[in-house]
């Protein structure tokens, strides 16, 4: 049974940083793709980065590259997101999400994913 469980939201103020981590159960990340994806209040799922299976290629939202970046360990079936320079925009629901294969650019836009974790709440905020 596939689990991801999502850790290290909070409270942080503008320009502070966060670290997320993702911990996958019952896959392994040489054969899934792992992606951060974020809802924001009444706004739809964004995907934020994903990391693909097996050559830990990188894709991510083009006006987050900047702040975000995914990282992932493969001995802790580990996934992480290093957020830095947050603004108060960034407050959202996060959640890491797994797809069998490589992950792409258009996967990302899409939010297709085959298993969810139940999300991490960041709030940006003075």
């Known amino acids: 049974q596939v689990q991801l469980v999502e850790s290290g939201g909070g409270l942080v103020q503008p320009g502070g940083s966060l670290r997320l981590s993702c911990v996958a159960a019952?896959?392994?990340?040489?054969?899934?793709?792992i992606a951060w994806v974020r809802q924001a209040p009444g706004k739809e799922r964004e995907g934020v980065s994903c990391?693909?299976?097996?050559?830990?290629?990188?894709y991510s939202t083009e006006n987050l590259k900047d702040r975000f970046t995914i990282s992932r360990d493969n001995a802790g079936n580990t996934v992480y997101l290093q957020m830095s320079n947050l603004k108060p925009e960034d407050t959202a629901v996060y959640y890491c999400?797994?797809?069998?294969?490589?992950?792409?650019?258009?996967?990302?836009?899409?939010?297709?994913?085959?298993?969810w974790g139940q999300g991490t709440q960041v709030t940006v905020s003075s």
């Open positions: 990391i693909s299976s097996s050559d830990g290629k990188i």
């Open positions: 019952g896959l392994t990340l040489d054969y899934y793709s």
């Open positions: 999400a797994a797809d069998f294969g490589p992950c792409s650019r258009a996967e990302l836009q899409v939010n297709h994913w085959d298993y």
